[in-house]
Nanobody, 127 residues
Framework: QVRLVESGGGLVQTGGSLRLSCVAS????????VAWFRQAPGKERDFVAA????????HYADSVEGLFTISRNNAENTVYLQMNSLKPEDTAVYFC????????????????????WGQGTQVTVSS
């Protein structure tokens, strides 16, 4: 079992930046592919970004490509999401998710593929 805890959310103005952290405990995170998803009120949970176990590949949703950066520090069992140039439409609860896998398929975009989830952290971008 692995426990994931997100932090770093908050209230920010349009154009601002935030860095989210996802800290794992119980298992070493280096065995897991990790992704960030987000869910706005009344909407489905959407893929944001994913990173492989070693950080060798990353993938982003089109809406955040070039604005958000996913990274990881396996020595600290932590995955980050740096979010720049935030917009009101980025407002959501952000979740990190993990899957013990080396797979590199379109499954990484799918929430159902991931086995472990954090509780989420709220990001609110004011206009």
């Amino acid at each position: 079992q692995v426990r994931l805890v997100e932090s770093g959310g908050g209230l920010v103005q349009t154009g601002g930046s935030l860095r989210l952290s996802c800290v794992a405990s119980g298992r070493t995170l280096s065995s897991f592919a990790v992704a960030w998803f987000r869910q706005a009120p009344g909407k489905e949970r959407d893929f944001v970004a994913a990173i492989s176990r070693s950080g060798g590949w990353t993938h982003y949703a089109d809406s955040v490509e070039g604005l958000f950066t996913i990274s990881r520090n396996n020595a600290e069992n932590t995955v980050y999401l740096q979010m720049n140039s935030l917009k009101p439409e980025d407002t959501a609860v952000y979740f990190c998710a993990a899957k013990e896998s080396s797979s590199h398929t379109t499954d990484v975009y799918t929430s159902k593929w991931y086995d472990y989830w954090g509780q989420g952290t709220q990001v609110t971008v004011s206009s």
